[in-house]
Every structure is written in structure tokens, then in C-alpha cells.
């Protein structure tokens, strides 16, 4: 199969190209065929002596060092204070299970204040009613049971919480 001579032209401009890329670098490097170091060869006693002449030079722009008086650190971390005062925790956790027209939620009040609590039932069909329970009082450390139903499928159930 013969190459067609638009391929053989792309492929010239393609390796002229790509050598118009390699050149910068071949002309940079030094005379002897080594490769230049980076920052990162730079020897730690370099750095230090470099900074030394910058003192002597200016010293009123002396660069930044961090150094440590071991005296200065105290044996016991230092005393946290209290966090801010949040919001109050209120409200019984429930636990909400649907099964087919019947919904069920089982709270559980784990503070000190008195929760009211009412199931909402939103019922699947337009022409189902939905529910809502009537306020009903879980005090401290106290359980119950809300249930609810459907004529047909239940779309969703959530428990809401209100203070005496």
C-alpha cells in the first residue's frame, strides 16, 4: 500500500515541529553534556552562608529564623476554655417504619424536658385522607408509640416536636 502524499507531508511537519520543541533544551545545557542542578542540590551549608552575607549586608532586614528558647516552654499544655454555651438539646428520637398502610413511630425522650410529639401521614392517593395526630406529651426518660394509617399506600411519615 502507498502512502498517500499528504501523510508524508504531515508526517515532515510533525517532526519539524517537534524538534522546534527540543532545541531550547539542547542549547541550554552546559558546555560539558551535564545537566544543570536544580534548587534541590543546593547543599544546607550554602543556604546558611548565603544568609549570613544577607545579615552583614542589611542587618536591619535580617531574614526570619525561628528559634526556640527550650526555657521558654512551659511542662503543662496550656488551659482550655469552656466552648461556648450551644443551644439546648430537646427532643425525643423516633423511629419511623411503614409497613404497607400502617405507619408506626416509637420515640424515645433521652432529656429532661416534657416533648410533644404528632405523626404526619401524607397517604399516596388524592383522594385518601392524610393524618395528623393530636399532640401527645413523652416527659423525661419516657417512650411511645404513634401509630397511623392509610386507606392504600403511605407516600411518607415524619414525627414533629414541639415545647410545652
Given at each position: 500500500m502507498r502512502a498517500r502524499r499528504s501523510r508524508a507531508v504531515s508526517l515532515l511537519v510533525t517532526s519539524v515541529v517537534l524538534t522546534g520543541f527540543l532545541v531550547p533544551g539542547a542549547v541550554a545545557q552546559p558546555d560539558g553534556g551535564e545537566p544543570v542542578p536544580g534548587p534541590e542540590a543546593v547543599a544546607p551549608a550554602v543556604v546558611e552562608q548565603a544568609a549570613d552575607r544577607a545579615v552583614e549586608q542589611a542587618p536591619d532586614r535580617a531574614p526570619?529564623?525561628?528559634?526556640?528558647?527550650?526555657?521558654?516552654?512551659?511542662?503543662?499544655?496550656?488551659?482550655?476554655?469552656?466552648?461556648?454555651?450551644?443551644?439546648?438539646?430537646?427532643?425525643?428520637?423516633?423511629?419511623?417504619?411503614?409497613?404497607?398502610s400502617q405507619v408506626t413511630a416509637t420515640c424515645h425522650n433521652a432529656y429532661p424536658e416534657t416533648d410533644l410529639l404528632r405523626l404526619h401521614v401524607e397517604c399516596d392517593r388524592w383522594w385518601d385522607v392524610d393524618a395528623d395526630s393530636a399532640a401527645t406529651a413523652v416527659g423525661p426518660a419516657g417512650r411511645i408509640e404513634l401509630t397511623?394509617?392509610?386507606?392504600?399506600?403511605?407516600?411518607?411519615?415524619?414525627?414533629?416536636h414541639q415545647r410545652p
Open positions: 526570619d529564623r525561628a528559634v526556640v528558647d527550650l526555657d521558654e516552654i512551659s511542662a503543662e499544655p496550656p488551659v482550655r476554655t469552656a466552648p461556648p454555651a450551644g443551644a439546648e438539646l430537646f427532643g425525643a428520637d423516633c423511629d419511623t417504619v411503614i409497613e404497607g397511623s394509617r392509610c386507606w392504600k399506600e403511605v407516600r411518607s411519615a415524619w414525627v414533629t
